[in-house]
């Protein structure tokens, strides 16, 4: 049985999501990151980073987000590209760009202080460095037309790009106000089993 590991509203959201989408039984273990569950010894012994997720697979003990979700799509098809071609390509390139440029950026956007004394010019400027990011989504979106970020088919990629565009949600210029990303976002929301997710983890308005 597939374990993961999540609190609501972190980065377990993304694979949260695909386990629903794939539809294979899995187990929610909550770890009770306003206790500081996280940072326990039995917790450091799965995540020595003491971040949320982690994915427990049988013997595998697996953790960062972009990871567990490429893991998954390798092991219940058809949630990727075949290996090999320019598709799969493509969707190497985004999952490294969301979780190594996007995500790491937002981080300094929630998490200021851990960068310098003056978090409101560091939230500020980091703010600044993700406009231009989401303008990059927006026009890859816009470029190709179809319906998922990749194009006509619904992968992996989706559930991190829906949630890291959810985390932009309070900022003066989210994802969601542009065009193309906006109308993308509002088809992963609907999608049922992104709505399962949101029931299960009880997230508040706005949602993204």
Not at 68 to 94: N, Q, S, V
Not at 109 to 127: G, L, N, T
Request: hydrophobic fraction near 45%; aromatic fraction near 10%.
């Amino acid at each position: 049985m597939i374990e993961l590991h999540y609190y609501p509203s972190n980065a377990s959201f993304a694979p949260h999501i695909l386990l629903e989408e794939m539809g294979i039984p899995f187990t929610l273990r909550t770890v009770d990151r306003a206790n500081n569950e996280h940072k326990s010894p039995a917790y450091l012994k799965l995540n020595p980073n003491g971040l949320i997720p982690v994915l427990v697979d049988g013997d595998l003990v697996l953790y960062e987000t972009a990871a567990i979700l490429m893991h998954l799509a390798d092991c219940h098809p058809g949630f990727a590209p075949a290996p090999g071609t320019a598709e799969r390509a493509e969707y190497y390139k985004w999952m490294v760009w969301l979780t190594n440029t996007l995500q790491a950026m937002l981080i300094h956007y929630f998490y200021p202080d851990r960068m310098a004394s003056d978090a409101a010019e560091v939230k500020a400027r980091a703010e600044a460095q993700v406009a231009p990011m989401l303008e990059q989504m927006e026009a890859h979106l816009a470029r190709h037309g179809g319906d998922w970020f990749l194009g006509e088919h619904y992968t992996a990629v989706d559930p991190l790009a829906f949630m890291l565009c959810r985390w932009t949600r309070m900022q003066a210029n989210p994802a969601k106000t542009r065009p193309a990303l906006g109308a993308y976002l509002k088809r992963v929301f609907d999608r049922p089993a992104t709505q399962r997710v949101v029931a299960k983890e009880k997230l508040p308005e706005p949602v993204y």
